[in-house]
């Protein structure tokens, strides 16, 4: 036997090392044809049932979790991202333009019809209106729903409105301290609102009298309107505080005491609730304060005083004047604050 | 900066002027003295003290109807305050760390917000008497107006830092709650102290003379 030269073996090595590349792209490759051939529509990602079922796109899926607890079974919720969807795109927009068109309409009003005053002047006599506990509790709701209102407006708005002028940082504790002030005094207003209605709801009761103050525009237009203790207007503004002031603090329950386990779901249907109908009280309550303050002479003095003069009564509330006189009440009317004092000095004017 | 002024040299500051107005307002009551009463006596004085201290936590019935609003919002606003100084968590922590050295049993978060609730709406209605009630106005200084206003601020930061997520708030807090007490001894907020000689002296004088006051 004659030994292999030794460049014969060196040249075996590369042929061995071509054979096993080729072998590993074969293993590699041929396990692939039959995808490549197939048709790739038919063909279902063994995954994407999975995913789907997590993110549910098609319907909530409750699964199954050792974790106890309300919503602990849904991974992703569905239904945020269409209440998310919801409150960005159609309710602070559409909040915006209701609340800045009531504003715009009231100023348009003033321009148009000014104040307007008491028909033949002030008389000099006082007729008392409201007592003490219709201001007390007046007041009260009133500085709890503006409290309230403005502290929501600033979680629904302040990311546009106040981060442009506070900076991130400062809008932090901001909304961090409205949050906090909504939730306590929310409570609140549900006791005055009550309150107030239990207090009121007799003189609001509507009577046929009141469709006929609406029909006439309330006089606003021109005209006299006959009214009794309150008008049509004021009727229809008490049975608005008192059905969405309810719905609102009964939604604003639902958000609040989360430990009753009401879930998600409720508790996105109370959101839309809660700042729906607050959005609508708050434009409704610009109307009020504007009638009662610069709209009309002599209003706001039924809320400070308890009284009002018997020339804005017989002529905004002519019924009621009625029937004072026929219970004899107004032999006693009270002289006005300027007849009564000297001047210089101010006086009550008014019984409680 | 602002945080360490308010909770070091402001903070010992505010307490000194206090202790000391206080002081001072006592040690001035007392220096007035009391006029010598030559007559007999018909009754004891200190039991016509003790007495005028405790009748007036009630109202007299010849007016309790009428000012049944205000005495229930008195309660409820005096009441709050109190629970709310002594036993809310934070101001059990704070008299622990500044004050005494030692603290007690803290009142649970739900009496917490009870608590405060109560104070913000009697002390809103005790105001809107103040400026409703023709007589209550006339009676009213502007320092009667600037202590509820300085109480309500106080009250109201305290509550939006009740969680302590921004120390700002806490801060604000703090401040709001020294100007209350460099504020204390020289307005009517001195009622909170002043009220027990106050009733005492005139249980006292008409004690002594047989008249239940």
Not at chain 1, 94 to 99: D, E, I, N
Not at chain 2, 62 to 82: D, K, N, T, W
């Amino acid at each position: 036997m004659t030994a292999k030269p030794a460049g014969e073996k060196s040249q075996r090595k590369p042929h061995i090392g071509r054979w096993l590349v080729c072998l590993l792209a074969v293993v590699l490759v041929v396990p692939l044809i039959p995808y490549t051939f197939a048709d790739r529509g038919n063909v279902p990602n063994p995954g994407a049932d999975l995913w789907r079922e997590v993110r549910q796109r098609e319907a909530p899926v409750t699964g199954t979790t050792q974790v106890k607890g309300v919503d602990t079974g849904v991974l992703i919720n569905i239904r945020g991202e269409q209440w998310r969807q919801f409150r960005m795109q159609t309710l602070l927009p559409a909040g915006g333009m209701v609340l800045g068109a009531v504003v715009g309409l009231i100023a348009l009003f003033y321009l148009v019809r000014g104040t307007i005053r008491v028909p033949g002047g002030r008389s000099g006599k006082r007729i008392q209106r409201f007592t003490e506990y219709d201001r007390i509790l007046h007041w009260s709701t009133v500085f709890l729903f503006y409290l309230l209102a403005v502290t929501g407006l600033v979680l629904l708005y302040g990311r546009f409105l106040l981060i442009p002028l506070l900076g991130p940082d400062g809008f932090a504790v901001t909304a961090s301290a409205c949050k906090e002030a909504h939730n306590l005094f929310g409570p609140l207003f549900f006791v005055v609102l009550v309150l107030l209605v239990i207090n009121f709801i007799r003189s609001n009761l509507p009577k046929w009298v009141d469709i006929k103050w609406l029909l006439k525009g309330g006089g606003l237009f021109g005209g006299h309107a006959s009214a009794g203790y309150f008008n049509g207007g004021e009727k229809i503004w008490f049975w608005l505080v008192t059905l969405f002031g309810l719905a609102i603090c009964v939604s604003g329950f639902v958000l609040l005491f989360q430990n009753f386990d009401q879930g998600r779901q409720l508790m996105e249907i109370s959101h839309v609730i809660h700042s729906s109908l607050a959005l609508l009280l708050v434009a409704g309550s610009f109307g009020h304060a504007y009638i009662g303050t610069l709209g009309m002479e002599g209003s706001l003095e039924s809320m400070t005083t308890g009284s009002v003069d018997a020339n804005w009564a017989k002529a905004h509330h002519d019924l009621w004047m009625e029937e004072r006189a026929a219970k004899g009440l107004d032999e006693n009317a009270a002289p006005s604050p300027e007849q009564q004092s000297p001047p210089g000095k101010t006086a009550p004017g008014y019984q409680t | 900066m602002f945080a360490e002024f308010v909770e070091g040299p402001f903070w010992y500051f505010s307490l000194g002027v206090f202790v000391v107005g206080v002081a001072w307002r006592f040690i001035t009551m007392l220096r007035f003295g009391t006029r010598r009463d030559l007559s007999v006596a018909r009754a004891s004085a200190a039991v016509g003290a003790l007495r005028t201290n405790l009748s007036r936590f009630l109202p007299r019935r010849e007016v309790a109807g009428r000012i049944r609003v205000p005495v229930v919002a008195g309660y409820l606003f005096h009441l709050g305050l109190f629970a709310l100084l002594l036993f809310a968590a934070p101001h059990v922590e704070f008299i622990k760390n500044h004050i005494t050295g030692f603290g007690w049993t803290p009142m649970p978060h739900w009496a917490f917000i009870l608590a405060s609730e109560a104070a913000f709406i009697g002390l809103l209605v005790l105001w809107l008497h103040r400026v409703l009630n023709p007589v209550t106005r006339l009676l009213s200084r502007a320092d009667d107006h600037i202590a509820a206003i300085l109480v309500f601020v106080v009250m109201l930061t305290g509550c939006l830092a009740l969680f302590q997520s921004f120390d700002g708030l806490r801060v604000t807090h703090l401040f709001l709650a020294e100007l209350l007490l460099l504020y204390f001894p020289f307005s009517s907020l001195m009622h909170a102290l002043m009220f027990v000689p106050s009733r005492g002296y005139t249980g006292a004088s008409l004690g002594r003379r047989g008249i239940h006051a």
